[in-house]
């Protein structure tokens, strides 16, 4: 368990939590990562996650399993800095064109989520009967589109497609760390996909540190996974991410009050931070 040890009398008067990512400028390290098929929780969706995200001046990052496709949420939060997450199908030449929308939409990275080569078996889904509009359920689309023959070279070919930054998002480990850096990726997302996929393994806050001493600076380490408050950012910051991101929090705040409810969440947890921030030195 990590704990946070204050320093005491120093000149905190002065804060700034403002951070670059690509090159891009963020009000905060405090990000908005991919969750599928936000429309269930608000009937503007995506739509209004990214737009809150952008009103807070920071980044919000769309799913391919959205309900709102990559030009709407580009249409509707034109001024929203935004990177798409991207899984890689059996249909290679869709892979690619959901690449070119993003390109041409205007998103600036692609995140490739490496950690599911098939869906963990989620057993709130099984309890509350989930399935899509088409009565099938989410493994079977998986099972039917994702390509479970993946391997590191198709990292590196997704790469060479593009001229964006790509994002390796479902690192735990260091040895999957340097692959990915050899793969030529602009930064590693630690991520155990809010542990749905494998009983068992560390919160990423615990493989962190990890993580961030193989990459040694080489690029940016992104983390995810049960931050709900300004402490536990605090302390995956100090532990070396260069950026935090939210999905479950953005999402409850979509579904209390859509737009403004995911900007209240973000503005608790920016304030929660600088709280944290000053009262630790």
Same mark, same amino acid.
């Given at each position: ?15 700034? =939590? ?39 001046? !920071? =980044? ?20 929203? =800095? ?8 059996? *249909? ?20 490739? !989520? ?84 494998? *009983? ?23 983390? *995810? ?13 100090? =532990? ?26 973000? *503005? ?14």
């Amino acid at each position: 368990r990590w704990y946070i040890i204050p320093r005491m009398l120093r000149d905190v008067s002065s804060m700034n =939590l403002r951070t670059t990512v690509f090159g891009h400028q963020l009000s905060m390290p405090i990000a908005v990562a991919p969750t599928a098929m936000q429309k269930m929780a608000h009937p503007l969706g995506e739509c209004a996650n990214a737009a809150a995200a952008g009103k807070h001046g !920071t =980044l919000f990052t769309l799913s391919t399993i959205s309900t709102s496709s990559i030009e709407e949420v580009a249409q509707y939060a034109p001024d929203t =800095l935004k990177f798409f997450q991207l899984y890689i199908y059996k *249909d290679r030449a869709l892979t690619l064109q959901l690449v070119r929308r993003a390109e041409q939409a205007g998103y600036r990275a692609i995140v490739l !989520t490496i950690d599911a080569p098939n869906f963990g078996i989620r057993r709130a889904d099984l309890r509350n009967g989930f399935t899509l509009p088409n009565k099938s359920s989410i493994h079977d689309y998986v099972k039917t589109l994702f390509d479970q023959s993946l391997t590191w070279k198709d990292l590196e070919a997704l790469v060479a497609s593009t001229a964006l930054p790509v994002v390796a998002k479902g690192v735990l480990s260091r040895a999957d760390a340097k692959l990915a850096l050899k793969a030529g990726v602009a930064a590693v997302w630690v991520s155990n996909h809010g542990g749905r996929q494998i *009983d068992g393994v560390p919160p990423t806050i615990e493989a962190l540190p990890h993580i961030v001493a193989e990459v040694n600076g080489r690029c940016p380490v992104f983390v *995810d996974g049960g931050f709900t408050e300004g402490a536990s950012i605090f302390k995956a910051l100090a =532990l070396g991410a260069s950026l935090v991101f939210v999905g479950r929090p953005a999402v409850w705040g979509l579904a209390v009050a859509g737009e403004q409810g995911v900007y209240n969440v973000l *503005d608790i947890l920016k304030k929660e931070l600088e709280n944290i921030m000053c009262n630790a030195g």
